[in-house]
């Protein structure tokens, strides 16, 4: 006998909306003390430690998360490690964000004295700012009368949601204040796709591939067939008795001329090299050097240093194998 399959679309639906209003209601109640804490965290010289226990604890790592990868140093703090001995990460040129729902806390409110004497700042987030932790902060970010999403109105659900993008919008706000640019985001995300594109160079893609076919200018076509088996790339730099470019040759131009003539290994590269090909410099952005090739329709690119010596080739299977 089948069972009956229930729809909990609606359910799930409801929760949404829930903590969707949760942070319109945020928003709506927002005051000057969210200035103020942005203005205390700009104005440290140290860094911003995060701590919470609990759920309020794996909010506050993912606010460290964004606040590291987004120009502002932190580092998450746990509330009963820090009783025992990592207070020590603590220095008074540090701003503390605090996060406790209900500001009462043991494990948090323990650390307070500790935080005082070594003279941080502290930024408390909660639902009630006259509770002890509200009480004892510099700075108070409440987040209002926080209406659960759960039916019990007991598990973190809009409280956690309300929170979290409290602590994206600070980090925003932080970010912009500090002119954050893509490529310090790429800085702190190297091997991440953004990263890549930004940072990688066509002399790192080379120092992989190792890749540099050449043959002088006046060597048979079938000497340059050596020279692209060898190397992989199906192409082959000509270069001048200085080693300078002259051209390119492709195993392309060679199928071509076999249509035209059954002697073709014989001739000189010269008669059939591109005289004119497209290139890049060293330095350049691999992203670059993929954007080239793909708008010349091209599949090798020669790299050259600025006395227009080949320093290797690129096939575009090379980039588009970083995920570039």
């Not at 942005?38 to 604890?57: E, M, P, Q």
């Not at 973190?156 to 002119?179: F, K, Q």
């Not at 890749?211 to 790339?233: C, I, R, Y």
């Amino acid at each position: 006998m089948l069972k009956m399959k229930t729809d909990y679309t609606q359910s799930v639906k409801e929760v949404l909306e829930k903590e969707a209003q949760g942070i319109l209601d945020l928003r709506d109640s927002i005051g000057e003390s969210v200035s103020d804490a942005i203005n205390l965290i700009l104005g440290c010289s140290g860094r911003v430690v995060i701590t919470g226990i609990g759920k309020s604890g794996i909010i506050g790592r993912k606010i460290n998360a964004t606040f590291a990868s987004t120009g502002t140093p932190s580092l998450y703090l746990h509330p009963s490690e820090g009783l025992h001995g990592d207070l020590g990460m603590v220095t008074p040129n540090d701003v503390v964000i605090a996060i406790s729902n209900s500001g009462e806390s043991d494990e948090v409110l323990n650390l307070l004295p500790s935080i005082k004497r070594i003279g941080a700042k502290l930024i408390a987030i909660v639902k009630n700012p006259d509770s002890t932790l509200g009480r004892k902060a510099d700075v108070v970010l409440c987040l209002g009368n926080v209406k659960e999403a759960c039916p019990l109105g007991l598990a973190p659900t809009t409280s956690t949601t309300v929170t979290l993008a409290l602590g994206d919008a600070i980090a925003v706000a932080l970010l912009e204040a500090r002119r954050f640019q893509p490529e310090d985001f790429a800085l702190y995300h190297p091997a991440g796709s953004l990263g890549r594109k930004l940072l990688l160079t066509v002399d790192d893609v080379l120092a992989t591939t190792r890749k540099n076919p050449m043959v002088f200018s006046g060597e048979t076509v079938k000497d340059s067939l050596f020279q692209m088996t060898a190397q992989g790339l199906g192409a082959t730099s000509i270069v001048d008795e200085d080693n300078r470019l002259v051209g390119i040759l492709t195993d392309g131009d060679i199928r071509r001329a076999f249509t035209l003539s059954h002697d073709i290994l014989d001739h000189k590269v010269d008669d059939l090299c591109n005289l004119t090909p497209v290139i890049i410099r060293s330095g350049a952005l691999a992203s670059e050097a993929l954007t080239l090739m793909e708008e010349r329709k091209i599949n090798v690119l020669p790299i050259l240093d600025e006395e227009n010596r080949p320093v290797g080739m690129l096939h575009i299977h090379d980039l588009m194998m970083l995920g570039l």
